[in-house]
């Protein structure tokens, strides 16, 4: 009896685990990535040493709707990063 539940909740976490890399894998996939330019150098390195948030506090310096307008129907525009993940190198 105790192996038997023991084995049933292994599976459902196994199952939650599942889900939960599928829902985390979806959006990055088809969202363009930072490039890995002159203008967006800077900014993957500072994902290195300082993290996530530190970088995406620059992002909005260029891309505003002055500079850089995001496209028509852009999502809600604060983690930048959540989104859209580094190029890679
Ligand atoms: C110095 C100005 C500048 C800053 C700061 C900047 N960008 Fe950009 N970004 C650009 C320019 C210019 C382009 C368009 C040309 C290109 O693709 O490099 C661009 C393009 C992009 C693209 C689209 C790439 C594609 O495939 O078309 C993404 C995504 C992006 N930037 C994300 C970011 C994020 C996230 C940050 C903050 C970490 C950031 N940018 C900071 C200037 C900037
Ligand atoms: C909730 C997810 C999400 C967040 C947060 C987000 N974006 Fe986007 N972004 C998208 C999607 C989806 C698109 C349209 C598909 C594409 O081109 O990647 C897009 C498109 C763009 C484009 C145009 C890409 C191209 O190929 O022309 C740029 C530039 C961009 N986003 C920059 C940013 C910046 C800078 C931030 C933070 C201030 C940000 N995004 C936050 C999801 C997001």
Not at 1 to 9: F, G, H
Not at 39 to 56: I, M, N, P, Q, S
Not at 68 to 78: L, N, R, S, T, V
Request: include cysteine.
């Amino acid at each position: 009896m105790a192996l038997a539940l023991k084995k049933r909740d292994f599976l459902l976490v196994g199952v939650a685990i599942l889900i939960l890399a599928f829902l985390w894998q979806a959006p990055p996939e088809s969202t363009s990535r930072v490039p890995l330019d002159d203008d967006h150098r800077k900014y993957h390195e500072l994902v290195k040493t300082d993290g996530k948030k530190a970088a995406e506090k620059f992002c909005e310096d260029c891309h505003n709707q002055e500079t850089i307008p995001f496209p028509e129907g852009h999502p809600a525009k604060y983690r930048c990063l959540f989104c859209h993940k580094l190029a890679a190198p």
